[in-house]
């Protein structure tokens, strides 16, 4: 039997549901009942009403969709496939602001252990960190981990005062504004797509900065016919299937974490019930408010 009818018993059997990000292969992708990005894929993990949630993605994206969905057994296809930013903010600093400073926020991209988001005020996702942070009544922000999201943020919400951690995403932060400028003199007429957790240099080069979700979104609706896509290049499965008739010239390298998630493992995890995500309750009570008030606020 094929392995993705394979699945696809095992996955009845286990009364499953899929969950895939667009960073992960293309065919699992393909097996998944909903691909998406972090912020969609956070409220799929909520509304999931199958016994077992698979999340083919990162481990904070396991840790989310069990906060969030505390009765579901989540399994993730690999453990051990983890955002390294995830960790990149440290308990002292937040502590430290919080008793120096009046009227602040601690406001926490969703790549972030459970740990870091007990520590928040509020979660963001790269398509609603904006709306949310504007939002805030909080003069002050701390933005935790990723400078990148935060100095994008920061760029758009100039009427708050913002303090970063110095957290990054390795994959986006090694995408050089010199090779986004060869590229671009490479293929003249071609639209710059760019996630925000690129640096300062590579964004100042874009036509249009958003998540993953939102880059897939404005490749439609825009006019252009080639694009540079300045992201994870996993990002290209949906952009080929969607738009075959466009053009997509990916600059950045993949994210190997990501790439854990093969087809095997994901049948593994799913016949040998492998890979559970198992968190305490006071942990996982510890962070989920931030993680709701995100669902609230971005409505
Ligand atoms: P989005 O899914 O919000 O676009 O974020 C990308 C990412 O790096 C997830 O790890
Ligand atoms: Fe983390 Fe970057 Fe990989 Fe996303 S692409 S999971 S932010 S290392």
């Given at each position: 039997m094929q392995i993705q009818a394979a699945i696809a018993e095992m996955k009845k059997r286990e009364n499953a549901v899929i969950l895939a990000h667009y960073y992960v292969p293309d065919e699992v992708q393909a097996a998944a009942d909903y691909v998406g990005d972090s912020y969609y894929l956070a409220k799929a993990a909520m509304a999931a009403e199958a016994e077992t949630i698979v999340f083919c993605g990162v481990h904070f994206m396991g840790e989310s969709a069990k906060i969030l969905n505390p009765s579901k057994r989540v399994l993730m296809?690999?453990?051990?496939?983890?955002?390294?930013?995830?960790?990149?903010?440290d308990r002292r600093q937040i502590e430290k602001l919080r008793a120096e400073t009046d009227s602040l926020a601690v406001v926490c991209y969703i790549n972030s252990t459970a740990e870091l988001k007990a520590l928040s005020d509020v979660t963001v996702t790269s398509s609603n960190a904006v709306k949310i942070v504007r939002s805030l009544k909080e003069k002050n922000i701390l933005f935790i981990p990723d400078a990148n999201l935060g100095s994008f943020v920061a760029e758009k919400v100039p009427e708050k005062n913002f303090y970063f951690s110095g957290g990054y995403c390795p994959v986006h932060a090694s995408l050089l504004a010199a090779d986004v400028a060869a590229e671009k003199a490479a293929h003249p007429g071609a639209e710059v797509l760019t996630h925000p957790e690129c640096t300062e240099g590579v964004r100042a080069l874009s036509d249009f900065i958003g998540s993953t979700a939102d880059i897939i979104r404005r490749a439609g609706e825009?006019?252009?016919?080639s694009f540079i896509v300045?992201?994870?290049?996993?990002?290209l499965y949906e952009l080929r299937t969607r738009y075959p008739s466009k053009r997509f010239i990916p600059v950045s390298m993949a994210c190997a974490d990501m790439k854990k998630n093969t087809l095997e493992a994901l049948y593994a995890c799913l016949a040998e019930g492998k890979g559970e995500v198992r968190m305490g309750e006071e942990e996982m009570n510890a962070a989920r408010r931030p993680l709701e008030r995100m669902l609230e606020l971005a409505k």
């Amino acid at each position: 039997m094929q392995i993705q009818a394979a699945i696809a018993e095992m996955k009845k059997r286990e009364n499953a549901v899929i969950l895939a990000h667009y960073y992960v292969p293309d065919e699992v992708q393909a097996a998944a009942d909903y691909v998406g990005d972090s912020y969609y894929l956070a409220k799929a993990a909520m509304a999931a009403e199958a016994e077992t949630i698979v999340f083919c993605g990162v481990h904070f994206m396991g840790e989310s969709a069990k906060i969030l969905n505390p009765s579901k057994r989540v399994l993730m296809p690999e453990l051990s496939a983890d955002c390294p930013m995830a960790h990149m903010a440290d308990r002292r600093q937040i502590e430290k602001l919080r008793a120096e400073t009046d009227s602040l926020a601690v406001v926490c991209y969703i790549n972030s252990t459970a740990e870091l988001k007990a520590l928040s005020d509020v979660t963001v996702t790269s398509s609603n960190a904006v709306k949310i942070v504007r939002s805030l009544k909080e003069k002050n922000i701390l933005f935790i981990p990723d400078a990148n999201l935060g100095s994008f943020v920061a760029e758009k919400v100039p009427e708050k005062n913002f303090y970063f951690s110095g957290g990054y995403c390795p994959v986006h932060a090694s995408l050089l504004a010199a090779d986004v400028a060869a590229e671009k003199a490479a293929h003249p007429g071609a639209e710059v797509l760019t996630h925000p957790e690129c640096t300062e240099g590579v964004r100042a080069l874009s036509d249009f900065i958003g998540s993953t979700a939102d880059i897939i979104r404005r490749a439609g609706e825009s006019g252009a016919e080639s694009f540079i896509v300045c992201t994870e290049p996993g990002v290209l499965y949906e952009l080929r299937t969607r738009y075959p008739s466009k053009r997509f010239i990916p600059v950045s390298m993949a994210c190997a974490d990501m790439k854990k998630n093969t087809l095997e493992a994901l049948y593994a995890c799913l016949a040998e019930g492998k890979g559970e995500v198992r968190m305490g309750e006071e942990e996982m009570n510890a962070a989920r408010r931030p993680l709701e008030r995100m669902l609230e606020l971005a409505k």
